[in-house]
C-alpha cells in the first residue's frame, strides 16, 4: 500500500476509535473488516498506531496544537507505530520539521497530568490507594503493551511439552512466575494455525486471570458456578481443574459473550460445562440452585481499568459515575451468588479493576449484611494450597491484589469466603 494511502487509513481509524462510544477493539475490528485487503504488517501498524495514541490521549492532543491541518492526521503522525521510513514518505516537508521540533520537546518537564495521561479523577483515585513511589512505576506499566500468556490445559497436555512445542514453532514461552499452569510469550506471534492451540491444548488466559481460578479451587466431581462467565476463559480453566467431572455451570446476561464460549469449549475437551444466559442475578435458574453449590466464582462486571495496557480507552469511557452505578451492581450479584452456595462450600469475589470502590468496598458492604454466614479466607493461605509460587507476594492482607507494575499481570483483586 502506498504510504500516503495508509497514513490516510490511520487517519480514519483515529477519527472513528476517538469518538470513545464503543470499545476500541470493536471498532478497530470493524474497520479491519471493511478493509479486508490490508495485510498483517498494515493491520498492526494501524492497530498500535491507534492504540499509542489512546495511551498518550492527553500528550499528543497537547503536542498536537503546534501543528496545522487534521488533527487525527496529526495525532497518527506522533504516535506512528509503523516504518519510520514509510512514513516519511507519507509527510511533506512542512510535517517534517514540525515533528522534528516536536520531538525535541522535553517530556520530563512537562505537567504531571500530560506524563501520566490519565483522567483527573483516576489520578486522584491511585495517587490515594498507593504508596508516593508505586504512582509513577504503574503509570509506565499501564502504558506498556501486556505480553501474551496462555494457560495450558492440563487435560491434554503439561506445561513442558508445550513449551517445547511453541520452541520449535519458533516461539519463545517461560513458565509464568506464580501459575502453575501458564506460559508467557513476548510479542504478538501467531497462535491460532497452531495444532498447539486448534487441538485445545492452551488457551489465551493472562496469568491473573489464571490465577482467579485457581483462588477457587474447583474439585473433582463437585457443583460449581462461573457466575459472570463471560466468553468463558476462567470457565475452562476451571472445567480443566475439575478434570472434566461434576456439573460446570456458566452464567451470563450476554448470549452475544457466552456464543463466544462455544468454539472454546468445544477445542477444550470439556463435557462438564452448562453455559446458560440469565435474565438477571436473581433468574429462576439461578433461584433453582440456592444451597446446593460447593464452588462460585464471581469474576463481576468492572470498570476493567486493570486491563489498560490491552484497553486503553477504558480509561476515558470510564467515570465516577459509570464506577457509582458498576459498585450497586457489583453487591447485588455478590449477595445473589452467595445464596447458591452450601454450608461449607466456598465463594469468590473478583474484579480487573484497580479502583477501592469496585474492591475493598464492596467486600466490606458484603461483610456487613452477611459476616454471620461467611468466614473470610486468607489468600495467601488458599494461594500456596494451590501450588502457586511467592504467594505471599501477590496478597494485601487478606486479598489477592495484583498490580501491572508489581506482578506483570493485569489488575486484579479478590476476596474468598466460605460459608458457615
Known amino acids: 500500500m502506498h504510504p500516503n494511502a495508509l497514513l490516510d487509513l490511520a487517519t480514519d481509524l483515529l477519527r472513528q ?33 491507534a492504540y499509542a495514541v489512546l495511551r498518550q490521549r492527553l500528550l499528543l492532543q497537547h503536542l498536537a496544537q503546534s ?31 514540525w515533528l522534528e ?16 495521561n490519565l483522567p483527573d479523577w483516576l489520578a486522584a483515585a491511585l495517587h490515594d490507594q498507593l504508596p508516593a513511589d508505586d ?12 505480553p501474551l500468556d496462555l494457560r495450558v490445559n492440563m487435560l491434554k497436555a503439561r506445561r513442558d511439552d508445550v513449551q517445547r512445542v511453541l520452541a520449535d514453532a519458533g516461539i519463545a514461552a517461560e513458565p509464568t ?23 485445545g491444548a492452551v488457551e489465551v488466559q493472562d496469568e491473573g486471570s489464571q490465577l482467579l481460578a485457581l483462588l477457587l479451587d474447583a474439585k473433582r466431581g463437585e457443583m460449581v458456578v462461573d457466575f459472570c462467565a463471560g466468553a468463558g476463559g476462567k470457565t475452562l480453566a476451571l472445567g480443566a481443574a475439575m478434570r472434566n467431572t461434576g ?5 451470563d446476561v450476554s448470549g452475544h459473550r457466552l456464543d463466544a464460549l462455544k468454539p472454546r469449549l468445544a477445542r477444550s475437551g470439556l463435557s462438564n460445562v452448562y453455559p446458560a444466559q440469565i435474565a438477571h442475578e ?23 481499568l ?11 469511557r470510564q467515570s465516577p459515575a459509570s464506577v457509582a452505578e458498576l459498585q450497586v451492581k457489583q453487591q447485588a450479584i455478590l449477595a445473589s451468588a452467595a445464596r447458591l452456595l452450601k454450608p461449607g462450600g466456598r465463594l469468590v469475589y473478583a474484579t480487573c479493576s484497580l479502583l477501592a470502590a469496585e474492591n475493598q468496598a464492596v467486600v466490606q458492604a458484603f461483610e456487613a449484611d452477611h459476616g454471620r454466614d461467611f468466614v473470610a479466607l486468607p489468600a495467601a493461605e488458599v494461594l500456596a494450597a494451590a501450588h502457586v509460587d511467592q504467594a505471599g507476594a501477590l496478597v494485601e492482607g487478606p486479598w489477592l491484589r495484583l498490580w501491572p507494575h508489581r506482578h506483570r499481570t493485569d489488575g486484579f483483586f479478590a476476596a474468598i469466603w466460605q460459608r458457615r
Request: include cysteine; proline fraction near 6%; aromatic fraction near 8%.
Open 17 to 49: 476509535v476517538l469518538k470513545l462510544d464503543q470499545p476500541a477493539d470493536g471498532v478497530v475490528s470493524t474497520f479491519f473488516r471493511k478493509h479486508k485487503a490490508l495485510g498483517a504488517r498494515e493491520r498492526h501498524t494501524l492497530a498500535e498506531t
Open 177 to 199: 512466575p506464580h501459575s502453575p499452569w501458564g506460559l508467557r510469550v513476548q510479542g504478538k506471534p501467531a497462535l491460532n494455525k497452531l495444532d498447539v492451540f486448534t487441538s
Open 306 to 316: 486493570g486491563t489498560l495496557r490491552r484497553n486503553p480507552d477504558l480509561k476515558w
Open 101 to 116: 521540533q516536536v520531538n525535541a520537546v522535553d517530556r520530563s518537564a512537562l505537567p504531571d497530568k500530560l506524563r501520566h
Open 247 to 251: 456439573r460446570l455451570y456458566a452464567f
Open 282 to 304: 436473581r433468574d429462576d435458574r439461578v433461584r433453582r440452585l440456592a444451597g446446593k453449590i460447593d464452588r462460585v466464582l464471581v469474576d463481576a462486571p468492572c470498570s476493567g
Open 135 to 146: 504512582f509513577w512505576p504503574l503509570v509506565q506499566a499501564l502504558a506498556e503493551t501486556a
Open 67 to 97: 501543528g496545522s491541518g487534521v488533527l487525527e492526521r496529526r495525532l497518527a503522525i506522533l504516535a506512528w507505530q509503523g516504518s519510520a521510513t514509510f512514513l516519511r514518505a507519507a509527510t511533506g516537508p512542512r510535517e517534517h520539521q
